[in-house]
């Protein structure tokens, strides 16, 4: 694991006692990225990739799973007793343009620990890494009706505006 990421390990306690870790993602955790989606809500799904897909193809896993350290970067929260191979929570990526300045963010918290802040824990987690590595601009493309997401954006500095491409998707923008 290369340093700059192994210096982004957090552990996160909850307040109901679940230990928590952020860690980079790892090709061995193809299968519990593949878990994480089946545990998720069809809505949670289709918010997320934009799209009513229950299952996360094998090639998609292992895409997910293997990032380009040059452009990307991935993490995820698992318990902390289990870090190595565990249950996935929680995962947020970034994936750079080639000059490394423009970043567009990913977040996915599986739905049944929806509402624990934990979204927010990821999204700060990236920001951080992002300011971290140079990166300028972070943005996002959100669903209209993914208003919990909207709101987080908002809480978080972004700015919004008109999906071009898409009416039923808003633009997010963070200038680091």
């Given at each position: ?22 860690r ?55 318990e ?10 929680g ?26 802040g934990?979204?927010?824990?990821l ?12 990166i ?20 978080l500095?972004?700015?919004r505006?008109?999906s ?6 808003v ?6």
């Amino acid at each position: 694991m290369p340093p700059r990421l192994k210096s982004h390990e957090r552990d996160l306690d909850l307040s109901d006692g679940l230990k928590l870790r952020l860690r980079p993602v790892r090709p061995e955790d193809k299968e519990s990225l593949i878990d994480l989606v089946e545990r998720m809500s069809p809505e949670d799904v289709r918010m997320r990739f934009h799209e009513s897909t229950g299952t996360l193809s094998d090639s998609m896993a292992e895409r997910l799973a293997n990032v380009d350290q040059h452009h990307e970067t991935a993490f995820v929260l698992v318990e902390r007793d289990h870090a190595d191979k565990a249950e996935i929570f929680g995962v947020v990526r970034v994936i750079t343009d080639p000059k490394g300045e423009k970043g567009e963010y990913s977040v996915m918290v599986r739905s049944d620990m929806q509402g624990l802040g934990l979204g927010k824990y990821l999204m700060e987690q990236i920001i951080d890494h992002g300011r971290g590595r140079g990166i300028k601009d972070i943005v996002g493309e959100v669903t209209r009706a993914n208003v919990s997401m909207l709101t987080l954006c908002d809480e978080l500095g972004f700015t919004r505006r008109k999906s071009p491409n898409d009416l039923a998707t808003v633009e997010v923008h963070l200038r680091l």
